[in-house]
């Protein structure tokens, strides 16, 4: 994947997985809230793997 398709899929999750943390969180679902964190995590990992290859290439 390039650095802006990584970008991309970070910014979806992060944004997808604060929605689910909202849910969870005001429906007192503790598990969707968690998951709902964890994708956030992930998106912003994701996130930074863009910047990363950006910074180095596209081959890492």
């Known amino acids: 994947m390039g650095e802006?398709?990584?970008?991309?899929k970070g910014n979806a999750n992060e944004?997808?997985?604060k929605v689910k943390s909202a849910v969870?969180?005001?429906t007192n679902d503790r598990e969707m809230e968690a998951e709902g964190n964890?994708?956030?995590?992930?998106?912003?990992?994701?996130?930074?793997?863009g910047e990363v290859k950006g910074?180095?290439?596209d081959d890492i």
């Open 4 to 8: 802006l398709t990584d970008k991309i």
């Open 15 to 17: 944004a997808a997985g």
């Open 24 to 26: 969870g969180k005001a």
């Open 38 to 49: 964890a994708q956030q995590a992930q998106g912003k990992g994701q996130q930074f793997k």
């Open 55 to 57: 910074k180095l290439g």
